[in-house]
């Protein structure tokens, strides 16, 4: 995909002609000089411009010659001084001499640079920086060859924490104020600013007292400077990427490498389904760090603090390396061959004979397009069942039928481009600054274009900062709410372009699907699924839901099976209607499944009973990239690649297809490989050994034709829940981008910039519990206890906690998800 | 006619333009040209009346050059705490590839050199190094130098990869052993201009406390023999 590909032409534009250096050029009016510049060729030093941030004439490094025909007869007359190339536009017969052409230029530049060397420490020996500093180069290469300055420099106590992530050495600063206009204009995180004046003019952080925290205050400790507090940001490790000096640098890569030692890899980042571009780079086989590649129809410049900083989880101790099988009770180390024979040995045993019991498959949601479909057809070929399910989490048929209609094999549906610039957009169980890692910053980035209607229990500071308005819903009400939406709100879903986004979360809603479709048909807006794991949508285009095979085809329609088994190969597939996540650990627990096939699934993500599943099922094959839960109670597990290390494509919640390639080289193998090697000892060639196979088989299936998809789900939305009692109140929970996700583990830098957990109610429902300061949350399974924030605006009866924060996991606490009636106690 | 056959002929007709090979030397007359088989033996005969200059190594160990580039040092500060800071450059400007340095932070706790940042792992690489000594100019702390040790073989690969405690400069005299903390009111930028002479009695306490058995210790010294306080493998 182009960028092209997402508008059918280019406008016809006004353009402007001028010279620059002596050479022509023609752009669009409104261009600036320094981008005009580039694209002749000449390169003008720069530290504050920045092209995706506004001019801001900061830094004064790029200062050239400037004339322009003035005056009735149009005569050329010069600036009487530099101009800021970044700052000014051009015009029709503008004459610029760079430094190149102009002497005057030339020295102008020489002597800033000369003044921001003044006070800049000459540190580079211990600077992250070094080595690809933009000011170390332009002073090479724009700069005096000697200094001429002997004083004493200015020095600050270095390094001030923003939080525990970003660290700042204020003295490297060249105040050009990159960072403060990305968090303001960008991410909406005013936490760092210009502070004082003349040469004691530093960045810092603002008065708490100044900001309202309101319970979105970071974990980790931060130190305070002369006025402020701490920078809490899920995008705050872009100010570090886009810092030109080494000023701002992240604690987590602080003093571990040079740019000369690291090998960069392009890939796509693995923690949401957006399918941001970044770039690994890796030093021996060791990522050391991550950051944005530019991706202008997708991430842009940006990504998310998960997406940059989250990757030491593969590579920590509990790595697993070699296939285990369990002898006598242990997990010992065997061959593949081995550990292969046994797994298959294992679960025909189980499936075979006079008591046999079926097998199931669990794929999880982070695998690739490549690794789900092989789960699938692992499981409808080999062991003869439509028990797979790539959903860990709440899922719903209703859902299911959904993504069979409307999402799966329909390619690019609504993009990043059209999100931006729909000028109303309904957010139904999706928060974008938690769940949706940088569309949130896309959605951002329309701020007063556009209206954003938060769908949801109270309006969250993500959904502040996009200036939404909040239309209340009880978590598993949406659906009812959708259907009587105020009028405003649907006349604003009818202008052209319109978007109604459906989260992970619309699946806990009875009726929201539906509610939704109806809303769109009769609003003209179209519907955008936006799941949070990275690894969903692949898994519905691949088939790797109960009801779905490839491409949308419903399990259901005979003649949708018979296509996939002719293009298979084989007689017939299963049609036994599947089970999802929930309904496959329930019926494992229950003793009516023999064999389990687990992907990289955490078990403190699913709310049934799946220590009860994993020890009911005769035998567990796990495949796992480290000793997780479930691998600990399998019988057999197979090690497999963690993203960086395979090849493979991720689908993002556009359609979009974002393949990458092995960044790191071992002999790791995908799951879609292992599951190869796995159907051989039943004899069957599944032909997932590659992924070039597997994209084979899926172009050559195809997509699914109308009659063979799933007719979408007819759910009546609930009748009003009953208003809960005393001392009871409806659970409403999300995922908070930063918490305590398999994927984050062994970063604690990264952890402190997560937010503090906190339970949230309204006044009303708070002052219920009397003088409380924490709120006890309780189900019949366990407790959360968690300090109590009352929220304005929320809706009455409900409380909110963080599914997966620190002294907050709900699903494996509470057992409960969203829309449950839960228990609540105050504390004093 | 194939590629190489082709190449072939170009240079064969190549060779045949070129002039024949004239020798600049003096021409010898007609007795030199007649001697000049046996003129060898000239040579070996001059020589046995000049003194021997075999050396009798390994017997006798003859000092190099005082400017000799033998293996590299890692130096200390006087107050013990090590010279190098991590920071690479000497794996930069190395053109042989022999050196691989992973920097870290100090911490109050594992102060190893002043200032921030350290060198965690510090590997030099004798089966690469060339001795051409551009990283002991690279060192911006001055803390790389070069011994005039030059006995630089051995048995094994991985014994000729030098660890940073292999590298690392010998105690001396007053010196304490790192980690410790700095002297209490200075900066790197102190101990770059020279101005700390030794350890004081704050960071003796606080090596006493936190390893009573450190043999650079005053109370400890000379009680013990000192074991792998660095210089090289003996
Ligand atoms: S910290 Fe970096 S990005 Fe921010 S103003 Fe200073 S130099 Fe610019
Ligand atoms: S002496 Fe030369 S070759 Fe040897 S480590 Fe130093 S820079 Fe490299
Ligand atoms: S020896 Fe010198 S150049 Fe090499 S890492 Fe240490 S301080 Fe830097
Ligand atoms: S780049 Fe133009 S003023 Fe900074």
Known sequence: MTATADKPAAEVVDTVTLTIDGTEVTVPKGTLIIRAAEQVGIEIPRFCDHPALKPAGACRQCLVDVASPAGPEG????????????????????????????????????????LLLINHPLDCPVCDKGGECPLQNQAMSHGRPESRFVDVKRVFEKPLALSSEILLDRERCVLCQRCTRFSKEIAGDAFIDLQNRGAQQQIGTFDEDVLDFDGYRPVGAATVDEAGKAFSSYYSGNTVQICPVGALTSAAYRFRSRPFDLVSSPSISEHDSSGSAIRIDHRRGKILRRLAENDPVVNEDWISDKDRFAFAWQNLSDRLTRPLVRKDGELVEASWPEALAAAAAGIKAQTTGDDARGAAVLAGGRVTLEDAYAYQKLARVVLGTNDVDARARTASDEEQAFLGAQVAGT????????????????????EPEDEGGVVFLRLRKSLGRQQVVAVAPFLSRGSEKLGATLVPAAPGREAAVLADLPADVREALAQPGAVIVLGERAAEAPGAFAAAQDLASSTGARVAWIPRRAGERGAVEAGALPGLLPGGRAVSVKAARDAVAAAWGVDALPSAKGRDTAGIVKAAAEGTIGALVV?????????????????????????????????????????VAPPSEKPGTFVNWEGRLRAFATAIRTDAMSDHRVLDLLAREWGVELGTGTVEAVNAELAALGAAEAAHRPAAAKVKAPARNPRPKKGAAVLATWHQLVDEGALQDGEPYLAGTGRVAVARMSAATAASLGDAVSVEVSTEAGAVELPLVVTEGMVDGVVWVPVKSPGSWVARDLRAAAGAVVSVKGAA | MSGSDEVWKVNRERDAQRETFESNLPKKGPIGEALAPVAGFGVSLRNFFRPTVTEQYPKVKVPTMPRYHGRHQLNRHPDGLEKCIGCELCAWACPADAIYVEADSNTPDHQVS????????????????IFCGLCIEACPTRALTMTNEYELAGPTREGLIYEKQDLLAPMGENMLAAPHPMVPGTTDGSYYRQEVDGPVEEQVAWVREHRPDDPTLPENRGATTVENQGGGRA
């Open chain 1, 75 to 114: 005569k050329l007359r010069a600036f009487p001084k530099p101009q800021a190339s970044c700052t000014m536009t051009v015009t029709e017969g503008m004459v610029v001499n760079t430094q190149h052409t102009s002497e005057e230029a030339d020295r102008a530049q020489k002597g800033v640079m000369e």
């Open chain 1, 411 to 430: 390619g690019l549906g609504v993009t990043f481009g059209e999100l931006e610039k729909a000028p109303t957009v309904v957010l139904v169980g999706f």
């Open chain 1, 599 to 639: 992907g990289g699934v955490s078990a403190s993500d699913l709310t049934g009973d799946v220590a009860a599943a994993l020890e009911s099922a005769g035998f567990v094959v796990s495949l796992e990239v480290r000793r997780s839960e479930i691998a600990e109670a399998a019988d057999v597990v197979l090690p």
């Open chain 2, 114 to 129: 002043p200032g921030e940042r350290y060198g965690r792992v510090y590997q030099i690489n004798y089966l690469r190094c």
